[in-house]
């Protein structure tokens, strides 16, 4: 049988909404064993944010409001101090649709008064800075193997609270080559 482990394509076409995650060999420690939600993807480039990077809330050294605090993620290395949100709600003003129910940004306040108010059915993830490619750029990353690019999910996950071991069972749960990669050392030459 011939079965090539590291030269996996991925069949999935990236579009907004689409989760990618980071091969298993890939060396930039930016996006080692990282989940990014693609919030925007066209001709002239795309953009998503880091799932499982959660900031440490007492290690935030700002007077930002606590509930973004609780609920902020290292979005990815480009402009850590721009700050935007994804959220679950489709009453949100000014928000962006991703998915059918997630939503990227909007009115800040109301987002925060919701929250503080307990909003039941409102879930929601801040990030500071994002993950950004030129035009072209993700899918000649795609194309060189640095990416798995999954279409198909059940979205209630996104806004759970996952951390780099998600990604291991993510994979395992999608099967096949991906079940392979998910068992992958960070450094195979510990082995």
Not at 101 to 127: C, M, P, Q, R
Not at 141 to 162: H, Q
Request: hydrophobic fraction near 35%; include cysteine.
């Amino acid at each position: 049988m011939d079965f090539d482990y590291f030269n996996f394509k991925s069949n999935n076409k990236v579009t907004k909404g689409s989760l990618i995650l980071s091969q298993p060999l890939m060396k930039d420690l930016n996006f080692e064993r990282s989940i990014i939600l693609i919030c925007e993807y066209n001709s002239e480039g795309s953009f998503g944010y880091k799932l499982n990077d959660k900031l440490n809330p007492d290690s935030i050294m700002s007077d930002l409001n606590q509930i973004i605090k609780e609920n902020l993620y290292l979005g990815g290395p480009v402009e850590n101090s721009y700050l935007n949100f994804i959220h679950s709600s489709d009453q949100i003003k000014d928000s962006v649709k991703i998915t059918n129910d997630i939503y990227l940004g909007g009115n800040l306040d109301s987002v925060l008064e919701d929250a503080k108010n307990n909003v039941s059915d409102l879930k929601l993830k801040f990030f500071s800075g994002y993950s950004g490619w030129s035009a072209g750029q993700l899918d000649k990353e795609i194309e060189e193997n640095s990416w798995i690019v999954i279409n198909e999910y059940i979205s209630n996950f996104i806004f759970d609270e996952i951390d780099e071991k998600f990604w291991t069972s993510f994979l395992s749960d999608k099967g096949g080559k991906n079940k392979i990669f998910s068992n992958y050392p960070k450094d195979p030459s510990l082995n």
